[in-house]
């Protein structure tokens, strides 16, 4: 067996090399296609057969739902006749058009027709708000936080209950229904969670003791009870113990029950991110001067609050599907106006169910898996700026 | 005895101390538990003066200096710095901490903000400088730190001694009477040290009243008017730097300085 080049350099004591090594391109087996399915789905034997399990699995799963949400599924009609096997002979999937004369009173309940456009605009505002809010080179960034917190709760509440002042009818909260109150339960959780949230947060990690007994007690209290819990004790309870005229509207009660549990979930998290801060950002905030609430405002909670975002935006996926729960004292959310819609006669038939259920499936998804994604952007973006 | 003039100074007037004594610890006691820490330390540091502090780890010198600005509470004794008593009082905890600068050995620059931005934040916030006024104030002195061109970077853009000298530039920044420095150069990487002491050396020279802790025994001999050696929590003696590494008294001291002097 003859040395190579290579092999002597290695062997003797002194070397020095003479000529630089030129990157080369990796060899084809990594690159393109075929080096990307090498690479993920076929680079071991484990991984050989989680891919073909996941495969049959799909296969198994996908056509089926193909069938029944496109090529079998019924498009018009006026009535449950429509989609009825024994009516139509032929195999039946979804029945659309319930869900699309329903469609309206899945978004807005029994909001009286005339005033639907308030809804609409409030809608559209949410929606400005958050392509502001997503936008990162959008201007005036800095007031977004000003227009969510503090424009868009006055106005829409002036603009969905109504202010004849100026011109706007009264709508009693007992007829809002659908995605209205969906929106309007999850984004009131959002909204008055976080800065609640951190209060908790920082009293349970605060020095004085009645302060930190407080937040101990109302943190694991409301953590200790389930949702349906605290909303039946919102809504049954609360009025045993407040005379008759000051007894908080119905969803108001349960709004209140949503936020305060949700704030609960929130200081933990917060609670979380604030012990991940080291010691000495806190010491060197105090070296120079800074008191408590400067330190927090401006050193501890925007680390913090940055490295627990992901955390939060699960909370707030968690806080968006719990909302379905005000639908056991009587509120009309999206889920239990789908709920109400399939045992409606008129659309009786074997598939009205699923077919609603598919609908509200859908709703949920996409609004749950767009803060996801929102979360892992956000995420990948500020490991990006993350120079500690 | 300091050393010949260097062009190391960084030409700051350090702000008038209203007392000719700047801190003047008395029969300080601190316990952590039932951990007695602290055991009557008796120091007076006047106006202008430079102490280093020495020790083995665990003698407590850095609590020492921490309850200077508080950051550690002592339990009895006195701790006065500048005329103003620590107690309980959060104004006169707040007054201290504004004119006394701490340098940590681990930096504790803010990671979320940019090096001016670190440097302006205090200014701003506690002194109420308006904003381009501080950041007049704060190029001036990372200009003395020679770092200016890295004012728009993060601190985690920058090698540790460069993060260190601003720290140093942002305690400056809010004028202080009184610097600490708690082990300084004691997470740096050897090749860095040099460029910090150089800084301190350059405090020193413009008169700067401080306190060090630190191993730096070149820089003890260089700048400290008294090198104090502590040891489980009491001050075991203290001197000038020529008597105290020549002609070291106590026992203890002389097998410390027979350990770490090779």
Redesign the interface.
Known sequence: MTMSEGDLAVAKIHFVRSATIEAKPPPVSMRGAVGWLRENLLSTKFNIILTLLIALLFAWIVPDLVRFLLIDAVWTGADRDACREIVQNRAIGACWPFAFERWPYFVYGSYPIPERWRVDVFFSMLAIGVVWLLWLGAPRRGLVSVYFFVVLPISSFILLTGWKAIGLQPVDTVLWGGILVTIVVAWVGIVVSLPLGILLALGRRSHMPAVRLFSVIFIEFVRGVPLVTVLFMASVMLPLFVPEHLSPDKLLRALIGIALFASAYMAEVVRAGLQAIPK??F?????????YS?MMR??VL??AL?ITIPNIVNTYIGLFKDTTLVFIVGIFDFLHTVEVSRIDPKWATPVTSTTGYAVAAMFYLVFCYAMSRYARATEARLAKS??? | MMAATTNTALHIKPTQLNTLIAVEIVGMNKWYGDFHVLRDIDIKVKGGERIVICGPSGSGKSTMIRCINRLEEHQTGRVVVDGVELTNDLKKIDEVRRDVGMVFQHFNLFPHLTVLENCTLAPIWVRKTPKREAEEIAQHYLKRVKIPEQAGKFPGQLSGGQQQRVAIARALCMNPKIMLFDEPTSALDPEMVKEVLDTMVGLAEDGMTMLVVTHEMGFARQVANRVVFMDSGQIIEANTPEEFFNHPQHERTKLFLSQILH
């Not at chain 1, 010491?283 to 008191?291: I, P, Q, R």
């Open positions: 000495g950002q010491e060197g905030a105090m070296a120079v001067g800074l008191g400067q401006l050193i925007p680390q940055k993350e120079r500690r």
